[in-house]
Nanobody, 123 residues
Framework: QVQLVESGGGSVQAGGSLRLSCVAPGYVTSSRSCLGWFRQAPGKQREGVAGIYTGGGSTYYADSVKGRFTISRDKAKGTVYLQMLDLKSDDTAMYYC???????????????WGLGTQVTVSA
């Protein structure tokens, strides 16, 4: 499997913004792949944040981030992004990029994962 590589994490104050990147060669340019962003905070279960289907570019989001986060892709760069605005302390977590070579089934079925990038939001 191709290794997914995330970047862009960091420490910001509440209300700030960050853009995460995930290099996902093959998946981003595919006409039938699903790419997603997940996060896991200490002591909590991993949760899905955003997903995008490469077949048509449709996107979906967890209710907790709707209106603040945007997932997008750049085919030329083979990269998927997560733009995060108006960050809150509850957004603090390790963020992971994930991919599957099939249509999206919301948060299920991802079989290729990156190592993660840490996002810390201070109040």
């Amino acid at each position: 499997q191709v290794q997914l590589v995330e970047s862009g994490g960091g420490s910001v104050q509440a209300g700030g913004s960050l853009r995460l990147s995930c290099v996902a060669p093959g998946y981003v340019t595919s006409s039938r792949s699903c790419l997603g962003w997940f996060r896991q905070a200490p002591g909590k279960q991993r949760e899905g944040v955003a997903g995008i289907y490469t077949g048509g570019g449709s996107t979906y989001y967890a209710d907790s981030v709707k209106g603040r986060f945007t997932i997008s892709r750049d085919k030329a760069k083979g990269t998927v992004y997560l733009q995060m605005l108006d960050l809150k302390s509850d957004d603090t977590a390790m963020y992971y990029c994930a991919a599957r070579s099939h249509y999206c089934s919301e948060w299920d079925g991802f079989d290729n994962w990156g190592l993660g990038t840490q996002v810390t939001v201070s109040a």
